[in-house]
């Protein structure tokens, strides 16, 4: 199976900054998407960002403009760059890669163990 580690999380105050990190133990050159996710406690598992192998990125609305998702192949890693942090991003972020299994429309789905992010007032 895929292994995905995750790093970089950490307790910062309002208007700060984090890069998370997530090291896969594949290779992550080939047709792939890979994402960030984020749970507050009490509350369901939420897309953050994802990067597509062609370099395509989908942002959650309450992220856009202050985050940004990016991978490096070379080193299957993909990182999230949060700027502007508020109380409100506070939640476990989870590293996610998604790709096709070799049947149709039929998907691998891993995840990794998580990271906490807070931010205080």
């Known amino acids: 199976q895929v292994q995905l580690v995750e790093s970089g999380g950490g307790l910062v105050q309002a208007g700060g900054s984090l890069r998370l990190s997530c090291a896969a133990s594949v290779s992550i050159s080939g047709l792939n998407t890979m994402g960030w996710y984020r749970q507050a406690p009490g509350k369901q598992r939420d897309l953050v960002a994802t990067i597509t192998s062609g370099g395509v990125t989908d942002y959650a609305d309450s992220v856009k403009g202050r985050f940004a998702i990016f991978r490096d192949n070379g080193k299957n890693t993909v990182s999230l760059q949060m700027n502007s942090l508020q109380p409100e991003d506070t939640a476990i972020y989870y590293c996610?890669?998604?790709?096709?299994?070799?049947?149709?429309?039929?998907?691998?789905?891993?995840w990794g163990q998580g990271t906490q992010v807070t931010v205080s007032s």
């Open positions: 996610n890669v998604k790709f096709p299994s070799g049947t149709f429309n039929t998907f691998f789905n891993y």
